[in-house]
């Protein structure tokens, strides 16, 4: 990734982080506590008419391994 980039990145997180101070405080939490094998990820995404679109996962050794590789 060329520096360029990663300034452009750094600005847009921040500028995410100053939208959505709980969520990026909830990624911390995550992070401190260390998310485990066996964890179960579940997301709602609900739209503006109301319709709502849910999954989850269970989170593997390989995905804890790609997770830690991306911090």
């Not at 990734?1 to 911390?28: C, D, Q, Y």
């Not at 485990?36 to 849910?54: K, L």
């Amino acid at each position: 990734m060329n520096p360029a980039m990663l300034l452009t990145l750094k600005k847009k997180w921040e500028e995410f982080s100053a939208r959505h101070p709980k969520f990026v405080s909830f990624i911390g939490a995550l992070k401190g506590r260390g998310v485990q094998e066996g964890s179960i990820i579940d997301i709602t995404v609900t739209m503006p008419d109301g319709q709502q679109f849910q999954s989850n996962l269970k989170l593997t050794a390989e995905d804890i391994e790609m997770i830690r590789s991306l911090m």
